[in-house]
């Protein structure tokens, strides 16, 4: 079987040419060789690769620039989706479609979860382009799947943890605020790649949710990883509000992988079992990395 990963050099896309290569047959597309809003591209890569599925892990995932260059983030987010939905139907292809947490308002008190079924309101314009992107595949197409993840972050690319490191290691006495009224479930790129291998496999249709089982803050989630990194820091907990940002995020981003878990297709991990893997795995090269080496 042929599988086509557009976004291929992603942080999730690397993860999955990487472990889904053995499987199938691998093609992986990305900028600035492929623009997936243009339909002259799209429509020409897969009537020529006429793929058995197509992954698509690209997107503007730049929440708050979403909100001063939103014709960009429109594009990869919902036209993007659309016009892959379109050829993906086109062609009798298989579209497995990433979206966010993003698409809900978070106001349901946390550690209460949001389900598959619980009605989308989003708080800022990537919410609100990803929600569009989702509609955008399910009109288009009806061989899908809207694997909806959260926090995520891997070896590849940047990410929060990532960031973290870089600004411990720079100054370990230097007080660094993260906000510690946010919760959602920390999710580990390479369990995701996994988690579309099953999906893929099972014959799923519609939307999922899929991220680490749990929950945390963005301080917890912080402070664990650098005490697992073994770094030095200063972290100091503060509320949203004396952190502020250009897109508001939703208080409550804690999804439950209820779908999945009942299709018994469930592989994801608790969070801290994957960080730790994770540490595990990639401690020396993070630490090269952050170091700028």
């Given amino acids: 079987m042929k599988l086509l990963v557009v976004g291929a050099k992603g942080q999730l896309g690397r993860d999955c040419v990487s472990l889904l290569q053995a499987q199938y047959g691998i093609t992986g597309l990305d900028l600035p060789d492929f623009d997936m809003t243009s339909e002259t591209a799209v429509n020409s890569a897969i009537s020529s690769l006429q793929p ?28 993007g989706p659309m016009l892959l939905a379109r050829a993906a139907h086109q062609a009798g292809s298989m579209l497995v479609h990433i979206s966010t947490d993003y698409v809900f308002d978070g106001t349901r008190p946390p550690p209460d979860p949001y389900v598959e079924t619980d009605q989308p309101h989003p708080l800022s314009w990537y919410g609100q382009t990803k929600l569009d992107g989702e509609q955008a595949v399910a009109v ?69 949710h899929s991220t680490a089982e749990g929950y945390c ?34 208080v409550n981003s804690i999804l439950e992988n209820t779908r999945l878990k009942a299709a018994g297709i469930n592989v994801m991990k608790p969070w801290d079992v994957d960080l730790q893997e994770f540490v595990a795995t990639f401690r020396e090269e993070l630490l090269l990395e952050a170091r700028g080496r």
């Fill in 217 to 250: 803050t963005w301080y917890e989630f912080a402070r664990r990883f650098l005490d697992l990194m073994n770094v030095d820091h200063s972290l100091v907990p503060c509320r949203s509000d004396e952190y502020p940002t250009p897109a508001k995020r939703p």
């Fill in 52 to 79: 058995d599925i197509i992954v698509n892990c690209a997107g503007y995932t730049r929440v708050d620039d979403c909100e001063k260059y939103r014709d960009a983030a429109m594009k990869a987010n919902t036209l």
């Fill in 140 to 208: 288009n197409t009806d061989r899908f799947v809207v694997l909806r993840t959260a926090w995520l972050y891997g070896r590849h690319g940047g990410n929060f943890p990532k960031k973290m490191l870089q600004l411990a290691l720079a100054n370990p006495a230097k007080a660094l605020r993260v906000v510690n009224d946010q919760y959602g479930s920390p999710t580990w790129s390479h369990r995701l790649a996994d988690q579309i291998q099953k999906t893929t496999a099972c014959g799923c249709h519609g939307i999922y």
